[in-house]
């Protein structure tokens, strides 16, 4: 075998695309958490003036992302119920993107948007091999 099939085949290898999940788990996983402690430390300022996209409550809606944020970032930072916290995230964004502060420009809005996309990502991939998930249901 040559030596540009070999590097293709080491490269072309599905190990890769579990390490690109990996990472992008751990990667959304570690700023989401942060952006959700962010949240926890200002609570006393924000508790009044959040967004109600939901019609809960400041404080409610406050509580729930800030439960998703940090609860589902530390599962997918740790490789378990990726899907299901992955889902969460992704619905958390979308409210985010969509419903939270309507009539802002797109521009407004396009991080949370990207996370969305991220998570959507999570929810289609799983975990893959390089998590608890794997470990502890047998799914890939």
């Not at 926890?40 to 019609?55: A, V, W």
């Not at 992704?90 to 802002?104: I, K, N, Q, T």
Request: hydrophobic share 55%; net charge neutral; proline share 4%.
């Amino acid at each position: 075998m040559d030596t540009r099939k070999r590097i293709y085949k080491f490269l072309s290898t599905e190990r890769w695309n579990d390490s690109a999940i990996f990472f992008m788990r751990i990667f959304a996983g570690v700023l989401m958490l942060i952006h959700g402690i962010g949240k926890i430390n200002n609570y006393e300022m924000l508790f009044t003036t959040f967004p109600d996209p939901l019609g809960i409550g400041s404080e409610a809606s406050l509580v729930l992302i800030i439960g998703a944020e940090t609860i589902c970032s530390l599962l997918l930072i740790v490789g378990l119920f990726v899907r299901p916290a992955a889902l969460i995230l992704a619905v958390g964004m979308f409210v985010a993107s969509f419903l939270a502060v309507p009539g802002e420009p797109f521009a407004a809005h396009e991080l949370s948007f990207v996370y969305m996309g991220i998570y959507v990502m999570l929810v289609i991939s799983g975990g893959m091999r390089y998590s608890l998930d794997r470990v502890f249901f047998r799914v890939q």
